[in-house]
């Protein structure tokens, strides 16, 4: 495959030059926020690490930064799970269960679920609606997350990951609130089965370990509509990348989604771990770790890190 046409003049090690400039500008920027505390295992994190990662649908990778740093999904889950629910139970299902619109209110937020009509989440990005997804996979509890953990391996190609067990007890033991939006849910026929299962499922999702290698494999498959970027092999349909990226764009940042469709323009799915996916439609999936978060949940050294790439090497698809 050939580069995307803004990057076919620089070589790999011009790239990885400029990446490695941008990450050490950007790395100090994480001081301005603060790591995520509510759920006390993500409180352990360096503020001073961050690490960029670059998958091209050539195949080439390019890698700056802390490259070993290992850490949650998070958010970053809800695009797999959404891809999982499109293909097995289809467009028609979970579109009953959850909205396409942005919300503008923070992810865990639950004054939206309360006054709109029908009682569904508005989209699903933010917790209410990506736990109302993850309800809808098929499958015993075991089954579901056996098969989410092979779906995240598969995208990423990478066999070695895994649950970080700190991180999932640590949210199993203070997600009040996302106990509180899926009891909603079940109240008024969203949420269907146990609760509690559903939310163990949800919190087991999120405590998935990465690397930023891996985000940026498991971007490049939606830039490259659904394909594996080494093999050419569909892991799904394209319509059901093309979804998840509009999602991406549109809810993606939470409530900071239009401003970050401005200045970066980049589809892309933030995580409270700090990690950033962003999939740039035909050209690269890049995976981003800088774990000290602004006051909406998104990585503040990561975001000003995109929106030197996006600038740098004209990524906007707008
Ligand atoms: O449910 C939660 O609150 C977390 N497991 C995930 C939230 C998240 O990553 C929001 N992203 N910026």
């Given at each position: 495959m050939q580069r995307c046409k803004w990057m076919e003049t620089t070589s790999v090690s011009e790239l990885e030059h400029e990446l490695k400039e941008l990450v050490e500008k950007h790395r100090p920027d994480g001081q301005t926020g603060e790591v995520a505390n509510y759920i006390p295992a993500l409180s352990k994190a360096n503020p001073k690490h961050m690490a960029a990662s670059l998958c091209l649908l050539t195949g080439e990778q390019v890698q700056a930064g802390d490259v070993d740093e290992r850490f949650t999904l998070q958010s970053m889950s809800k695009v797999i799970t959404l891809a999982m629910a499109l293909m097995e139970c289809g467009e028609a299902c979970v579109f009953e269960k959850v909205g396409m619109e942005p919300t503008g209110d923070p992810f865990n937020s639950i004054m939206k679920l309360e006054i709109?009509?029908?009682?569904?989440?508005?989209?699903?990005?933010?917790?209410?609606?990506?736990i109302a997804?993850?309800?809808?996979l098929p499958g015993t509890v075991e089954e579901k997350v056996e098969r989410?953990?092979?779906?995240?391996?598969?995208?990423?190609?990478?066999?070695?990951?895994?649950?970080?067990?700190a991180v999932y007890r640590s949210e199993q033991e203070t997600a009040d609130l996302n106990r509180a939006l899926a009891y909603f849910m079940k109240q008024y026929d969203v949420l269907e089965g146990d609760v509690e299962e559903v939310l163990d499922i949800y919190f087991k999702q999120c405590a998935?370990?990465?690397?930023?290698?891996?985000v940026a494999r498991i971007g490049a498959v939606f830039a490259n509509r659904g394909r594996d970027p080494e093999t050419g092999e569909a892991i799904?349909?394209?319509?059901?990348?093309?979804?998840?990226?509009?999602?991406?764009?549109?809810c993606?940042?939470?409530n900071a989604s239009g401003e970050f469709a401005i200045r970066v323009g980049i589809p892309a799915k933030s995580g409270v771990s700090g990690g950033i996916m962003g999939a740039v439609p035909h050209c690269m999936g890049i995976g981003i770790y800088s774990p000290a978060l602004d006051d909406k949940g998104n990585s503040v050294a990561g975001v000003r890190l995109l929106e030197s790439l996006s600038a740098t090497w004209g990524l906007s698809i707008f």
């Open positions: 709109m009509r029908p009682n569904k989440p508005l989209n699903p990005m933010i917790n209410a609606g990506a997804v993850t309800s809808l989410i953990l092979s779906f995240v391996r598969r995208l990423a190609g990478n066999t070695a990951i895994g649950f970080n067990e998935i370990e990465v690397n930023c290698q891996d799904m349909p394209e319509q059901i990348a093309k979804i998840c990226k509009t999602f991406m764009v549109t993606g940042m939470y």
